[in-house]
């Protein structure tokens, strides 16, 4: 996958292995995985797992996650991006294209979530020329659901996974769906 996306502050690129120590960092940490099943990480072969997940997704479906770069210093912050949900079923869908993204906390409200955001939704119904992009948020994460609203996702509903916690379910559909036959 030699795909690279720039933003102002932002270089969004493949994970690559040697991202396991930083993505471990991130994942490490308990506050990171608040509003994620609260399953931090304890072993960085559980980062290298990941990371061989997704670059078998570029393969398969020619999009996954990427990491989130920032230009100036170079630090990995997080990943982000589009990846085809074709292994399980959220909120009775499969088969769909999904936006997410998790950031180390040190990199938490300085607007980079919203700036890779914006990058992703623009590249996947743009470039990609995707219909629908669908997210999911735990409920009680101000913070996500909040950058989802403001990159012009659409609420659709409250659901309860399986997990028995409540999550939110976004959308963005792409406004040139109408104009394709």
Known sequence: ??????????????????????????DSNPEVHKYLWQKPFHDITESIKIIEYVRDQY?????????????ETTEFIGW??????????????TNFFDYGYRLNEKYWGKGYATEATKAWLDYGLNQMNIDKIHA?????????????KKTGMTFMQEYIAEDGFKWNWWLIDNPLKEKRI
């Open 59 to 71: 393969e398969t479906n020619n999009i996954g996650r990427f990491a989130t770069i920032i230009k």
């Open 136 to 148: 999911y948020t735990h409920s009680e994460n101000i913070a996500s659901n909040i950058v989802l």
């Open 80 to 93: 982000t991006g589009i990846k085809f949900v074709d292994n399980h079923i959220e909120n009775g869908n």
């Open 1 to 26: 996958m030699n795909l690279i996306l720039e933003t102002e502050r932002l270089i969004l690129r493949p994970l690559e292995l040697s991202d396991a120590e930083a993505m471990f960092a991130m």
